[in-house]
T-cell receptor, first 112, second 110 residues
């Protein structure tokens, strides 16, 4: 089945230690998104790629970076994680801005 | 700033009854509207999407859109205990991602 796959499902890192989360898709969608979701809150868009064009939300901290080396893969890098970065990180894909977004299972990040 | 508002609930509905979930959105430029179901600790799952005013039905689910009132709703007929979850309303328009509401926690009572 075509899908969006996130790895790992659970990630534990130390305060200030860089961490990378990965997302891959077999849907061949143009757009890939990264969201952060904290408990009982709405998913918050961090950034998205439309093909190779990178779009950063204005309030996304500089601590967060992203890479999309090809159509299928997208990475979220957190350079120096703080306690406030503990959350579920969701990757989603779509064919375009108004099209439905399809989510991966998410990566739950814990900071020690 | 774009906002999507939902009543956080919990909304408690007896099994077999109709569950009615509502949301409003602030951006009149929004063109697409989505309902996602999210079980605790899981990722959002697309349930319905709607682009035009009126109703759209898919099985037990009906999405309703009123752009003049900036209002979107989701009806779930014959509610089942497995429908118990948080339902996220989202609005989109253009190349950017979706703006999500905080979700309504729905409880179906057996």
């Amino acid at each position: 089945d075509a899908m969006v796959i996130q790895n790992p499902r659970y990630q534990v890192t130390q305060f200030g230690k860089p961490v990378t989360l990965s997302c891959s898709q077999t849907l061949n969608h143009n757009v890939m998104y990264w969201y952060q979701q904290k408990s009982s809150q709405a998913p918050k868009l961090l950034f998205h790629y439309y093909d190779k064009d990178f779009n950063n939300e204005a309030d996304t901290p500089d601590n967060f970076q992203s890479r999309r080396p090809n159509t299928s893969f997208c990475f979220l890098d957190i350079r120096s994680p703080g306690l406030g970065d503990a959350a579920m990180y969701l990757c989603a894909t779509s064919r375009g801005g108004d099209q439905p977004q399809h989510f991966g299972d998410g990566t739950r990040l814990s900071i020690l | 700033q774009k906002e999507v508002e939902q009543n956080s609930g919990p909304l408690s509905v007896p099994e077999g009854a109709i569950a009615s979930l509502n949301c409003t959105y602030s951006d009149r430029g929004s063109q697409s509207f989505f309902w996602y179901r999210q079980y605790s600790g899981k990722s959002p799952e697309l349930i319905m999407f709607i682009y035009s005013n009126g109703d759209k039905e898919d099985g037990r689910f009906t999405a309703q859109l009123n752009k003049a009132s900036q209002y979107v709703s989701l009806l779930i007929r014959d509610s089942q205990p497995s429908d118990s979850a948080t339902y996220l309303c989202a609005a989109g328009g253009g190349a950017d991602g979706l703006t999500f509401g905080k979700g309504t926690h729905l409880i179906i009572q057996p």
